[in-house]
């Protein structure tokens, strides 16, 4: 005790100086390792202060950010609150990028490199899905390619289907093993419990690309809707294997698989501050050399060849003939499958891609598929006056309802609907058609008191698919919804699923907008999102006691 205090009596000039004297009876040995490990901390320390102003930068971007905020809802803009519902894989993202391209294509720019990655990884399950098909075809056909007769296979040729499958499958194996290095550079592969792991979502079987058909052989009454209505469907239908990315993530992977410091370039320019290597000095996108893209590049004609076999074969749904999208899809065999227009999007574009400078163009961004977690919100700055406030809401079942409270002074409802899946069925539940569960969950929504404020604006989404499916014979609107007694012109199928949706919505006091749209195709968007402008504005006008 009496050590301790003569201690602190020296020590009372700088009461600190306490923790840095030696301790008493301290060795020459001791001496040494301690000075050894406070020199190491005081390493460790000056690491730590040179990264230092990276991480106040971000900081600084973040104040910066929220001042802005605060200035622009302290000024005379008038913000409107948009909820984007719909179920899922309707086409909700991809109209929200639509909307991007138009009032937030810095912030768009910003996300290519990332989307990129996820491009590339769709195709890797693509490419999965077709050697899937194409192995159950040849699994049990040993017949011979070559009459031993008349002819003499050449040697190391594969001289059955048999043994063709399993010479195409090691010839495309390097390109399936980048699976596991995108999720990880996507961060897809992070661990979790139970449904809410993003790796149990992201690592779906590719199978999972598949369409389920969906067949109702009784009578019902499309009007008289009720959840305890069953429907026979696919009984094994796996869940979609399309990357999910957590609401802002793709936001947080710009700073590490960002852009680099071109200052020629537009997208350069949008993330000046990364540390990408796939940007050159004068701004041009150039993959570095361990990039996946020149594995994808190397392997291309293989990809290509695997793409044209599924075809030729009748063994992909939907396939029309090459150079006339308009065209009636081709004829298909017994166990052929039906892939994602997203899907079928690249494999086609597989020439263009698989360069070290292709860089996701704007028709890239509107057909990539990326399932949306949770709600993901964007301001969209229309004019001088006004922001749109964009919420896009998951078109998950058992929460759709969970954040109306948090919304009921939204302006408008964008409800968007895939009417090409009038004959597809839940990959989470076979016995429910997805065309009848979108009217279920609009009829709610237009039933929800928390949200009766808010003028709805419907979109029939993907009437490019549906005009392609009913050309094709094989699913006629009748099969699905009885009631339907027309002919199969498009036109007449649309106005029977607008009246669907009219008998949804009940409210005659307010007013239900519709329209029939096609996500993908940015110049009938651009009408729609004129109109909807013109919705917004008269809404607001009518709010505020003008009209």
Not at 111 to 119: D, K, P, Q
Not at 399 to 421: L, N, R, T, Y
Request: proline share 6%; aromatic share 6%; hydrophobic share 40%.
């Amino acid at each position: 005790m009496a050590t301790i205090n003569s201690r602190l009596e020296d020590s009372q000039s700088d009461p600190l100086v306490i923790f840095h004297l030696p301790p008493p009876g301290e060795t020459a040995v001791q001496k040494a390792e301690r000075v050894s490990q406070e020199m190491e901390a005081k390493h460790i320390s000056q690491q730590a202060l040179r990264r230092l102003p990276r991480f106040t930068r971000k900081i600084d971007r973040a104040l910066e950010a929220e001042a802005k905020e605060r200035r622009r809802r302290a000024g005379n803009v008038k913000q409107l609150d948009v909820l984007l519902l719909g179920p899922t894989e309707a086409g909700k993202s991809t109209f929200l990028r639509q909307l991007r391209l138009q009032y937030d294509v810095k912030g768009l720019d910003a996300e290519r490199e990332c989307l990129r990655l996820v491009i590339l990884l769709s195709l890797v399950t693509s490419v999965k899905t077709l050697l899937d098909v194409l192995d159950r075809q040849d699994a049990n056909d040993d017949t011979p390619l070559f009459d031993a007769r008349t002819t003499q296979p050449p040697l190391r040729e594969p001289k059955t289907p048999r043994e063709l499958a399993a010479r195409r499958r090691l010839r495309l194996a390097p390109f399936l093993a980048l699976e596991h290095q995108l999720r990880e550079a996507l961060d897809l592969a992070n661990t979790g419990t139970g449904a809410e792991s993003i790796a149990a979502h992201a690592a779906a079987p590719p199978s999972a690309q598949l369409h389920n058909d969906y067949q109702d052989e009784s009578p019902v009454d499309e009007v008289a809707l009720t959840l305890n209505i069953e429907h026979r469907g696919a009984q094994n239908s796996p869940p979609p294997s399309d990357p999910i990315v957590p609401p802002g993530r793709l936001a947080q992977l710009v700073s590490t698989v960002g852009f680099g410091t071109g200052k020629d370039s537009r997208r350069a320019k949008a993330q000046s501050a990364t540390q990408s290597p796939n940007w050159t000095s004068d701004g041009k996108f150039f993959a570095n050399k361990d990039d996946p893209i020149h594995l994808v590049a190397a392997l291309k004609n293989s990809i290509v060849n695997l793409w044209k076999e599924a075809q030729a074969r009748g063994l992909v749904v939907g396939v029309t003939t090459p150079g006339d999208p308009s065209a009636a899809p081709q004829t298909v065999v017994d166990g052929a499958i039906e892939l994602n227009e997203s899907s079928m999007f690249f494999l086609n574009e597989i020439d263009r891609i698989a360069t070290p400078e292709w860089l996701p163009g704007d028709q890239d961004l509107l057909n990539v598929r990326i399932r949306t977690r949770g709600i993901e919100t964007h301001d969209l700055q229309i004019s001088s006056k006004r922001v749109y406030r964009i919420c896009d809401v998951a078109g998950a079942r058992g929460s759709k309802f969970a954040w109306a409270p948090f919304f009921q002074d939204a302006s408008a409802i964008i409800f968007i609907c895939a009417v090409s899946e009038y004959n597809v069925c839940d990959p989470t539940d076979p016995t429910r058609n997805r065309l009848r569960d979108a009217l279920l969950l609009f009829k709610d929504i237009c039933e929800n008191r928390l949200l009766r404020s808010a003028d709805i604006i419907t979109f029939m989404n993907k009437v490019d698919v549906l005009r392609r499916k009913v050309k094709s014979g094989q699913y006629p609107i009748q099969r699905y919804f009885p009631r339907y007694l027309g002919s199969d012109r498009t036109s007449r199928i649309l106005s029977f699923f607008q009246t669907l949706f009219e008998e949804c919505h009940r409210v005659r006091r307010r007013p239900f907008y519709i329209f029939a749209t096609q996500a993908n195709d940015a110049r009938s968007i651009v009408t729609v999102t004129a109109a909807v402008n013109d919705i917004l504005i008269r809404s607001e006008m009518t709010s505020t006691g003008i009209l």
